[in-house]
């Protein structure tokens, strides 16, 4: 069996249940490590496992990344110290009281204002990385936003204080943060990446 069967697991919702079907582990023969003169010192152990991945109350945020759509959430409970606070990343309870948030779109703030607070870019990444290297990460401010939103620019060079615009993948969402990525502002739309619009 091996993990590009085409009974990789997959998983279906009935009766609001989550109902598996398929393979979500898959091992592979193993390897001995021996040093230079034979002697064994190990064992290799592939393992290959579908994981899954619970999204809960964040579902929406990830749900409107793949409709062009950035939610954000403010705390809206008047005895909080930070009644009102506008939290980026999406946060489904407020940190302070723990009273659950309001869910707002912020996807015109999010236009008009979102700026590039400080920036890093490396050649080095995590296991399973997808994006080009080197990654230009972004911390996006907005305004009345009291948080900053970690993202990747698609295009052009980092700059504190630059001007940004979110662009979603629309065409062919993973429903991932993968989904929303920045370019300056000005960026013609026949630039932007494949599958991804303004
Ligand atoms: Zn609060």
Avoid at 175 to 187: Q, R
């Amino acid at each position: 069996m091996s993990c590009e069967d085409e009974n990789r697991g997959t998983v279906k919702v009935i009766n609001n249940r989550y109902k598996p079907s398929g393979h979500f582990h898959y091992g592979s023969p193993n390897t001995p490590i021996l040093n230079e003169m034979g002697k064994l010192l190990g064992v290799t152990n592939p393992r290959d496992i579908t994981h899954i991945h619970s999204y809960g109350g964040e579902a929406i945020f990830f749900e409107s990344l793949s409709k062009g759509k950035l939610l954000a959430t403010r705390c809206d409970n008047p005895l909080c110290e930070s009644h009102l606070s506008i939290y980026e990343p999406f946060r489904i309870h407020c940190p302070d009281c723990l009273v659950k948030a309001t869910v707002l779109d912020i996807t015109d703030l999010a236009k008009r204002t979102a700026t590039v607070h400080s920036f890093m870019i490396t050649e080095r990444t995590g296991a399973f990385n997808t994006l080009e290297v080197p990654i230009k990460f972004v911390n996006v401010e907005f305004d009345g936003v009291c948080t900053i939103l970690m993202g990747y620019l698609s295009l052009g060079n980092p700059k504190i204080g630059m001007k940004l615009l979110p662009i979603f993948n629309t065409k062919a969402p993973t429903y991932t943060i993968l989904d929303i990525s920045w370019v300056p502002a000005g960026t013609p739309e026949s630039e932007l990446p494949q599958n991804f619009t303004f």
